[in-house]
């Protein structure tokens, strides 16, 4: 948990503070300074009794005790300063602007674990070192600009990187995006994006915290830590977007050259923020944007009304919005009649509502009204309003102000003219009020909220049974490739149905076999990984005969060390399968077989634990869904028995995390069957701690 | 074509000047005054002897001669100004601002085209009405603010909505963007966009006239001269950009209530843009930045550099270009090793190139000269550089300003700083630089100009006798679906194959017809239109006995006057088909059958006349295209074949211009073999002019 003294210090030192507004020491004065911080402030300067105004002592032995340092002096010099600030001034907050640790060498990585091995004794907090520092309501420790408008209903906003936080706010501020705090963390010694998620859950208070987050992270170190702060502020009623830079697999190697951090696949970012409920943003433009949108009144549905004065900017709208599943409901009857009276000559109330050029304030407002209490189909507006530069727009822009703070349906504001009429923009924003400026930038952005949905639930652990039966197994097997008999009991403990095998390793079990079968099987050569490459697989075996031509014929093939024989199933062809990597949950995978997963792509993805409503959804989204329901007068497949199938893979995977690599593939699903007829699973050790264990 | 005195008028009157600059008349006086318009300006005012220091005449009759007239008085007396303007002063260039026209109601409709047609019997050009007027190197005939930076080498830009054109104008400026010509065209009584594109294609001049050209239109009322001139201009080393707004169904009807115009399907707009070459953008902020990257020099490849002072934002770039196709080679090599040694420590010169917050001009340079001199893999560099705000950045915007002037490969500059070196920026841009803002609305605007392609041919026309053939069987039809028969006969002449139907309408001819076919064949009902809803097709008849079977029972269906007697063709199933729009050339489709249309909607598209270039392209663009080049050990089709085999349905459709709907549906598609076994053509009276006799 963070250090109360780093988040409300009731003194602070700048060590390193300067008169030079143009040295991080200097500037972050100045910024304390400016912004009224209300404790005590002192600085270390070797040279100086007073910086700026404030009291500065020449040795960091000489300062009274201070709650928190914020340390802009050479790497060198840091670990000293750190242990005296430790030892002797009973300080607990600490913020490192400095650059020269771990991003630098591995002489500065020794050093930085060092200072922050000396905070972590002493039960400090650390931010840094090489960042650019804290917002917050009680100081403003930063040593950049511009300070962006402080409101504890703007969003909080956590950055792994302070030049994009800065390049973030600057562009929040013609919009007027307000903040609540923001944290930059540097090269995270201690505190990193978690350590923050974590605390801005534990002191959340649903009356007076901010119910938006913003994220820029280029790393996710602890997945798991990750996603139960950001599950648990969203399901408190909070709402998260973030940017997690290295979605390709060259921006990943990117982000990992600049972070130092292993690189993910981007699979498992999506899944975990899909888990989370986070809504994923893929640059600065679109995350203010998600953010000002997220800022506003909730709208109950996805019904716009859009109101302009030009035709265009709401044509563009209309075509982003619509193709993204929001409606733009025609409205007619009485009350559109009676509106339309009210507006010029050749306006439109049909929606898209177009009140001309020539518009006024008093007709935007009787628009607005009229979507207010007139049109149940509509859930929010959107108001389009420039100019091409005759006229000013301050009244009607005085409307607009007004309704957005009465109405109970959100308004969003497009104003396009950022030239035109700038200053009037800028005494909108000074209301309180956010200004859109690219109609598609917003409606696109608007879109991504509207679509994110509900949260379902988080998924519960396995019962104890079912677990304690697939441990022991899983205990007395060696790490690999998993023996296809153990597997497939593997299977049956976690309750998947699977076309028996009988394994057949010479002539006289065949023998026996060949007689009891019921016929067509098939046969599998036990031994090569890759059966189908090495014609390890026949098909639709039918008979004595031919159960015998092909066991000969497979046992011939290189490494093979016995036969497998299995009932032949019909039925649609399925995958489900589940990936791992470092620290992150695993992720089920699963899709129509053939040329839908190798041509197609069309694979569906969930971070586990997996819920049957999860799983349905996973089935769902793919694009193949209508085959699996059933068209062109096929029947489709039980999609319920397919989604209880990826529940128990699920469940199976919490309790054993030692598998890295399982495959069903394919299934052989029927309207009222799903077969599992191949698998493959690969263990990992050294062992992974089970949730049974932890 | 534009008359003369439209473009370089030698005079101008100001019908409705006043000296009240937030009236039109007002405003575009004075910005014909301020942007130091060099011919005679007169004013018509009925109350003033001198207008903003211009003379006035209080009645039209009493002006000189005069070559344009910005008409801005109210609508009912604009008939009678105009006609005194046509018969007495030899006026050739109007602009009327003003509204109240076709776009209000009947009457003023009616009155538009009074005036339009005063205007055409005087061999004159109208611009307008209720539009906002023209800017170009003669003069600022716009009422509008602001009036853009004008470069004969900045863009010529034509809007269909004035109000769009000043908010494109408006989001332009902080960018850079300039201006050769703006050009709106409000109602477009007489002159369009069409007729615009093409005074700039006949008036092009390769080396003094600007090589890009934005469009931003509503409607397509003349689609096939709009194409002749795009094409023309970007085959003459033009750029097009454009947004067709009403992209969707729901934008199709918005923009439709806005321009009158007829809606139409998107496809039209898509393939139209395809086949001319230009680059479709979807909003205002994407067309503008779009613009920006064709104004720089033009790159030989795909392969970036990113150069950047703060990981973040080269991450997120490296993510959008390279999920789009747009390399970021890794740089490594003797010359990067001498280039790293200049570096500050902890940089990385891989690419993303990353000098450091701490970075300076002189390393910028240095990493620009190497990437200029010593890397044959790279094409462009993008350089990102803000500010925290503690230091200014002129002399690395100087260092760019200079390098972007004189290196080859194209240098693109990101400056994220918009508040903290907001003049700086300014300054960058004053030297005649583009700053783009958002990393990564530049990278997808990046992407889409570097993927645009290069131009393909237009196609020809099909030869004479192919033509004759088809319009004697074309012309002795009526309108509707025609016969099985004849639809067969015209694919002969056509050049496609048939699966050859064998027409049978009694147990005589059924009973010559059964000896002498080749089983197994394919029954289906001639009658019916939509045979398989009524089970009117039997496939994989074997026998004599099942094919009288078949018959029997085909004959009973509703509205059966014969049964179709097919070969059975096995082989994967194509579709081939065509569309129509008023206008519009027509608009092929392709893909597989089946799931591949019905349910993943796997098709493209392209408007006739469709090269075989064209054709290989579309089928190249199929998802399921490695399917057709055949996988997982399944053989693929005959891709050429299936090639020829659109161009020749192009060839049909372009000779052949009443057929408004042709599928065929499905082809038989085997290694060696493209065979269609059914079609179903319907022909539309009043009969459209085809090539041959226009």
Known sequence: MLHSKLIHPKSIVVVGGSDNIHSPGGRVLKNLIDHNYEGRLFVVNPKKDSVQGVTSYKNINKIPKVDLAIIAISAKYILETV?????????????????????????????????AHLINEAGGSLLGPNNIGLINQHY??????????LDKKGVDFISGSGATAVFIIEAAQSMGLTFSSIYT????????????????????????????????????????????????????????????????EAGSRAASSHTGAIANSDVFVDTLFKKAGI?????????????????????????????????GPAVMLTDVLSKNAINIPHLEGEASEVLLEQLFDGSSVSNPIDFLATGNAQQLGSIIDFCENDCPE????????????????????????????????????????????????????????????????????????????????LGKDPDLQFSRDIRELIERLPAGYMPTEAAVELLEYAGMKFAKPYQ?????????????VSYPVVLKVEGPLHKSDVGGV??????????????????????????????MIKGMELFIGAKKETNYPHVILCGLGGIFVEVLKDISASMIPVTEEDALKMIADLKAYPMLKGVRGQSGINIQLFAEVIVKLSNLLTVAPEIAEIDLNPLMATENDLTAVDVRIRLERPKVTSVLQA
């Open 378 to 457: 509509i859930d929010a507006m959107a108001v389009i309003f420039g100019s091409p530069g005759l006229t000013g727009v301050e009244d009607v822009y005085e409307v607009l102000d007004k309704k957005i703070k009465t109405s109970k349906k959100p308004i969003y504001a497009i104003l396009p003219s950022v030239v035109n009429v700038k200053n009037e923009i800028g005494e909108f924003i000074k209301k309180g009020n956010i200004a859109f400026h690219d109609e598609v930038l917003f409606g696109s952005a608007l879109a991504k909220v509207y679509n994110h949905g509900t949260i379902g639930q």
């Open 279 to 311: 809504i994923r943003c893929y640059g600065r433009n679109e995350l203010i944007t998600v953010a000002a949108i997220l800022l506003q009144k909730e709208s109950k549905g996805k019904n716009m009304a859009i109101i302009t004065h030009a035709g």
């Open 185 to 248: 963390v540097g090269n995270s010694a201690q505190i990193g994006v978690e350590e923050i998620l974590e605390y801005l859950d534990h002191s959340f208070e649903k009356k007076t915290s901010s119910k938006v987050k913003l994220l820029y992270i280029e790393s996710i170190k602890d997945p798991r830590k990750f996603l139960k702060h950001t599950a648990s502020l969203i399901r408190k009623g909070c709402k998260i977007a973030a940017v997690k830079a290295g979605s390709s």
């Open 83 to 115: 242990m005296v600030l430790t030892q002797q001034k009973n300080t607990k907050g600490f913020i490192i602007f400095s650059a020269g640790f771990s991003e630098k060498d591995e002489a500065g990585e020794k050093l930085e674990q060092e200072i």
């Open 504 to 516: 057949v390793r010479s002539e006289e079990e065949l023998k026996l076999i060949s007689k009891s």
């Open 538 to 567: 026949i098909l639709d075996v039918s008979n004595e005969k031919e159960i015998y031509d092909g066991f000969y014929k497979l046992m011939k093939i290189d490494g093979a060390v016995a036969v497998i024989i299995q009932p």
């Open 140 to 149: 403003t420790g930063v040593f950049t600009t511009p300070v962006p408008k």
